[in-house]
């Protein structure tokens, strides 16, 4: 029984590795060219207000087309900032060709212990950004907490494992999201990354959280002037605002996985009840 129980909990963790995201750093570019590309600029900031000890590591982020069902994956660098217990900062380059984009989930890990780590997913995010053609935006700072759940709440993690989800503070957490100006902060960290944007005009475009109406807006960009028009960007339908759908899928493989292992002899019907009635209680 008792090895029976320990191959268990490889094959959960197995499972749960294999189910994550490759990372893959992604430093900030040396050469900005905009010809074929518009590239955004913006700063991320993680944190986990519910459980301190473990705060939230980006390994990727999401970027959807606003009008099509296009996808573009971007793995950050390593944090740029960070402060124990309290938050990680990164700075995002993205090259995209130039539209309507919406920012749709950032996820990553916290680890716990070596080869052990709890997974959080931030989605659906919803924010709203365009990039002009043969330019280099700055987007805004994007500030994510993840904090106590309250009932009906998006989750920002998966139930399963249990463990690690739960200490980490993901599986019975939530996130908020805020987005701000941060332009006279973050641009200069952008140039010390990248010198080479010292020397490129930046203009500024602040992301917009849910839609909007049509408004024109004049911000101001080093010395010149812009007027950038904001698009009239229907509300989300209702699964773009549900994010428990997306758990719901899991968790249903996951139960199909753990009744597997029951239905191969892996799992005693105790074994498999006792595992499975908090999965399920806690949907």
Same mark, same amino acid.
């Given at each position: 029984?008792? =090895? ?13 590795? #294999? ?8 430093? +900030?570019? %040396?050469?900005?060219? %905009?010809?074929? @590309? ?5 700063? $991320?900031?993680?944190?986990?207000? *519910? ?10 982020? #999401?970027?959807?087309? =606003?009008?099509?069902? %296009? ?19 990164? /700075? ?22 070596? +080869? ?11 924010? $709203? ?5 043969? &330019?280099?935006?700055? /987007? ?9 759940? !309250? ?10 494992? $249990? +463990? ?33 944007? @010292? ?8 992301? /917009? ?13 080093? %010395? ?5 028009? !904001? ?15 997306? *758990? ?5 493989? @996951?139960?199909?996985?753990? !009744?597997? +292992? &029951? ?10 009840? &006792?595992?499975? @009635? ?6």
């Amino acid at each position: 029984m008792k =090895h029976r129980s320990l191959y268990f909990v490889f094959i959960l963790a197995a499972l749960f590795i #294999v189910s994550g995201c490759t990372r893959s750093n992604m430093a +900030l570019k %040396t050469q900005f060219n %905009t010809k074929d @590309k518009s590239i955004g600029l913006f700063t $991320l900031r993680t944190s986990n207000i *519910y459980r301190t000890s473990f705060q939230p590591a980006v390994n990727n982020i #999401v970027i959807a087309g =606003h009008e099509s069902d %296009t996808y573009a994956y971007f793995y950050p660098d390593k944090p740029y900032k960070e402060i124990p217990n309290q938050f990680y900062e990164y /700075l995002v380059s993205i090259d995209l060709e130039p539209g309507k984009y919406r920012l749709e989930t950032i996820s990553g890990t916290s680890r716990m212990i070596p +080869l052990v780590a709890a997974t959080f997913v931030f989605n659906p995010i919803g924010i $709203l950004f365009n990039l002009p053609p043969e &330019k280099v935006v700055y /987007l805004g700072r994007v500030s994510i907490t993840n904090r106590e759940r !309250k009932e009906g709440e998006t989750r920002a993690g998966p139930i399963i494992p $249990l +463990l690690d989800q739960a200490v980490a503070g993901f599986s019975d957490g939530t996130f908020d999201i805020s987005i701000s100006d941060m332009s006279e902060e973050d641009i200069p960290s952008f140039i010390q990354s990248s010198p080479s944007l @010292k020397y490129v005009p930046i203009d500024k475009a602040i992301m /917009l959280n849910d839609a909007i109406e049509n408004q024109s807006v004049v911000e101001k960009s080093g %010395t010149a002037i812009h007027e950038i028009t !904001k698009p009239n960007i229907p509300p989300p339908t209702n699964s773009e605002t549900s994010g428990e759908n997306l *758990y719901s899928s899991e968790i249903t493989q @996951k139960l199909r996985e753990l !009744k597997k +292992l &029951k239905d191969e002899g892996l799992l005693t019907n105790e074994e498999y009840e &006792k595992i499975r @009635k908090p999965i399920v209680d806690g949907i």
